[in-house]
Nanobody
Framework: QVQLVESGGGLVQAGGSLRLSCAAS????????MAWFRQAPGKGLEFVAG????????YYTGSVKGRFTISRDNAKNTVFLQMNSLKPEDTAVYYC?????????????????WGQGTQVTVSS
């Protein structure tokens, strides 16, 4: 079992940056593949980025490639999402998710644990 708590969301102007953190508690954080998803108002859950148990295996959705970077610090049980060059269309609630077996998937049903989400709002 693992509990996930996101932080770092907020309001930022277009072109700005934010760094999201997801702190995990529980056992064997390093054994989990981690991912970030987001949900914009009126839309479904969208995969943003994922990182496998052994960095630097990562995967990004096309709209954030080159702007977002996912990383993890297993010693601190934390996964990060550095978001640069933010756009208004990045506005969403961002969720951290953990998968207890190896592999990166864009399908949200593949993930076993979820945080409560953190709001990111990008103004134009």
């Amino acid at each position: 079992q693992v509990q996930l708590v996101e932080s770092g969301g907020g309001l930022v102007q277009a072109g700005g940056s934010l760094r999201l953190s997801c702190a995990a508690s529980g056992r064997s954080f390093s054994a989990y593949a981690m991912a970030w998803f987001r949900q914009a108002p009126g839309k479904g859950l969208e995969f943003v980025a994922g990182i496998n148990r052994n960095s630097p295996s990562t995967y990004y959705t096309g709209s954030v490639k080159g702007r977002f970077t996912i990383s993890r610090d297993n010693a601190k049980n934390t996964v990060f999402l550095q978001m640069n060059s933010l756009k208004p269309e990045d506005t969403a609630v961002y969720y951290c998710a953990a998968r207890s077996t190896e592999g990166l998937y864009t399908d949200s049903t593949r993930y076993d644990y979820w945080g409560q989400g953190t709001q990111v709002t990008v103004s134009s």
